[in-house]
């Protein structure tokens, strides 16, 4: 028996689906809406990008120094806010020199987030993507959409994607292409466990 083909898009349709796995075209129960491969029929072969996949590379090593070198900033925020009222008081300024509220403020900085900021911004000097996250950045790039302007995987072309979490209870997805198995990006951004995984 000859392989069926979608009439929409012309790739091969599997046996007892109702949907074209590629472009979701619905098929009908009559012949008229499944035929065999046409004649004429160009193969499309992906052909990876060797700049946007340095680039892509490049990019996701950037985020995990910047995410173990964020510590050692958020380590040197709680430092400075311990010694800072020292330093005041060195200075003279003894109106602005408690020890609760310089720590208390280097914390809530911390927590906010600005240690990632100044790490993104210390390591980036000169990347015009500093402060894109991987997601954005796998995005930007144009091989990471297909022919019919979908987004697809930038190793092997394919456009299904899959998620799944380190563990079961986490609401962090990591996203991988469901053909190849690579890992594209994290919805949200790095997590701690995964600086160098």
């Not at 809406?33 to 046409?38: G, N």
Request: with cysteine.
């Amino acid at each position: 028996m000859k392989p069926l083909f979608c009439v929409s898009c012309g790739q091969q349709r599997q046996e007892h689906h109702h949907f074209c796995a590629y472009c979701g075209y619905h098929f009908q129960s009559d012949a008229t809406q499944i035929t065999t491969a046409p004649k004429n029929r160009r193969e499309y072969h992906f052909e990876p990008n060797a700049d946007e996949l340095k680039a892509y590379d490049k990019h996701a090593n950037f985020l995990r120094y910047c995410q173990l070198f964020s510590y050692i900033v958020a380590a040197g925020m709680i430092y400075l806010g311990i010694i800072l009222p020292d330093l005041l008081r060195m200075l003279g300024l003894y109106g602005f020199s408690s020890e609760l509220y310089s720590l208390g403020g280097m914390v809530i900085a911390v927590v906010a987030g600005v240690h990632q900021l100044l790490a993104r911004y210390i390591l980036g000097i000169g990347y015009p993507h500093k402060f894109l996250s991987l997601k954005e950045f796998y995005h930007n790039l144009s091989s990471a959409k297909n022919r019919f302007d979908k987004p697809c995987c930038i190793f092997c072309g394919h456009h299904s994607f899959y998620k799944k979490g380190v563990y079961q209870t986490e609401n962090d997805r990591l996203v991988y292409c469901a053909k190849c198995d690579s890992y594209l990006y994290d919805e949200p951004e790095i997590p701690w466990y995964r600086v160098w995984t």
